[in-house]
């Protein structure tokens, strides 16, 4: 069945912790995406990759980090200068950035701070 | 203003009537239109998408795009309980590298 896979569901970390979140997909897209989502809010853009070894920032990037060595893995990791880290993480992939695209999202992760 | 607007709801429609659910967005340039579902405590799901001005039907399901009005809506027919979800209005920009999203409009079917 090909998906995005995310890990893990829930997370919590402690002050001053990084934690990484993964994001896994075999469906072959070039493009994936990190986003966050607050309670009753939007969806805000992280970062996104267009390609394997390139990634841009989008709207919320400070105090976060990501890594595409592979086409398949678009790992996040929320750093210990991102604050206010509460919040459900999404991963997204579509065929490429640009053109008609939809995005298909992961189920998830759901961070809290201890 | 927000490049794409939707009445946060909740909109109350009664079983098996139609609902419709509106959007609105800033950038006169964008291209593609999506709409997902999200139930609580899940992802979204994609539903339809259209990128022609008029109407593109699914099933039950049937979005309407106006550019020149730049407004894109989603109607549910013959909603059904398990239609109340918060529906994500999504617009790709005309630089083409992002889509916006809206807040979302909660939607409640009541029996």
């Known amino acids: 069945d090909g998906g995005i896979t995310q890990s893990p569901k829930y997370l919590f970390r402690k002050e001053g912790q990084n934690v990484t979140l993964s994001c896994e997909q075999n469906?072959?897209?070039?493009?994936m995406y990190w986003y966050r989502q607050d309670p009753g809010q939007g969806l805000r853009l992280i970062y996104y990759?267009?390609?394997?070894?390139?990634?841009q920032k989008g709207d919320i990037a400070e105090g976060y980090s990501v890594s595409r060595e592979k086409k398949e893995s678009f790992p996040l990791t929320v750093t210990s200068a991102q604050k206010n880290p509460t919040a459900f993480y999404l991963c997204?992939?579509?065929?490429?950035?640009?053109?008609?695209?939809?995005?298909?999202f992961g189920d998830g992760t759901r961070l809290s701070i201890l | 203003q927000k490049e794409v607007e939707q009445n946060s709801g909740p909109l109350s429609v009664p079983e098996g009537a139609i609902a419709s659910l509106n959007c609105t967005y800033s950038?006169?340039?964008?291209?593609?239109f999506f709409w997902y579902r999200q139930y609580s405590g899940k992802s979204p799901e994609l539903i339809m998408f259209?990128?022609?001005?008029g109407d593109k039907e699914d099933g039950r399901f049937t979005a309407q795009l106006n550019k020149a009005s730049q407004y894109v809506s989603l109607l549910i027919r013959d909603s059904q309980p398990s239609d109340s979800a918060t529906y994500l209005c999504?617009?790709?920009?005309?630089?083409?590298?992002?889509?916006?999203f809206g807040s979302g409009t909660r939607l409640s079917i009541r029996p």
């Open positions: 950038d006169r340039g964008s291209q593609s």
């Open positions: 259209i990128y022609s001005n």
């Open positions: 990759s267009q390609i394997v070894n390139d990634f």
């Open positions: 997204a992939s579509s065929v490429t950035v640009i053109g008609n695209q939809p995005q298909h």
């Open positions: 999504a617009v790709r920009s005309s630089s083409a590298s992002k889509i916006i």
């Open positions: 469906l072959n897209h070039d493009a």
